[in-house]
């Protein structure tokens, strides 16, 4: 004897009685001795969403790609590269105002202050020149990344807007030796615009 759900079932796809069950049984509509599977009925019911929109369980992050707190040994070479940077700028007399500026957008690795103008200054480090050394490496897209970071300091720091922006690089070389050298790229890229 055929139930509600196995008669509509042969009705609807022309099915015979042995066929809808073994079909729709692989489909997840109609089980065993013509009875609807759960999942069939919740569908039905409207429980549960159309499979057509749903969404992917995320995935987990593998455990090698979770934070440690432990840093690698670029980033050290880069954070020491920076405090060579800060103090080479207290040398030659500018202030600094923050350092690793973080945000969505990008980072500013150094924002100092030389008298009416606000410098933003990209430390950059390199093992070799083999690629054009570290100030070739501030590429199109990375100096995107720069003013955009700066544009959201400026709105975020309203004291600050009022100053003239010029973007500087600097390049880091030896630094793990006795005596490293800077070499300091003064105006490296501008914004663009059109400044009166």
């Known amino acids: 004897m055929q139930s509600k759900e196995a008669v509509s079932a042969t009705s609807q796809f022309g099915f015979g009685d042995a066929e809808a069950t073994g079909a729709h049984a692989r489909a997840g509509q109609v089980g065993s001795g013509g009875r609807e599977t759960s999942g069939a009925a919740q569908a039905r019911t409207g429980q549960v969403g159309s499979m057509r929109g749903a969404r992917p369980k995320a995935k987990k992050r593998s455990r090698s790609r979770l934070p440690t707190g432990r840093r690698t040994a670029n980033q050290l070479l880069g954070a020491a590269a920076e405090q060579v940077a800060v103090d080479f700028l207290r040398a030659q007399g500018l202030e600094i105002l923050e350092r690793n ?16 103008v606000l410098v933003i200054a990209e430390v950059r480090t390199r093992s070799s020149d ?4 570290a100030a070739a490496s501030v590429g199109f897209r990375k100096q995107a990344r ?18 003239r922006v010029r973007f500087d690089v600097l390049t880091v070389a030896g630094v793990r030796g006795d005596a490293p050298r800077v070499e300091w790229i003064r105006h490296a890229f501008s914004t663009g615009r059109r400044t009166a």
């Not at 500026?101 to 009416?116: C, M, P, S």
């Not at 083999?130 to 050394?133: I, K, L, S, V």
């Open 101 to 116: 500026f973080r945000r969505r957008l990008g980072e500013l690795d150094i924002t100092a202050r030389d008298g009416d």
């Open 146 to 163: 720069l003013i955009r970071a700066a544009s959201l300091l400026l709105q975020q720091r309203r004291e600050l807007a009022k100053l």
């Open 130 to 133: 083999w690629f054009g050394g």
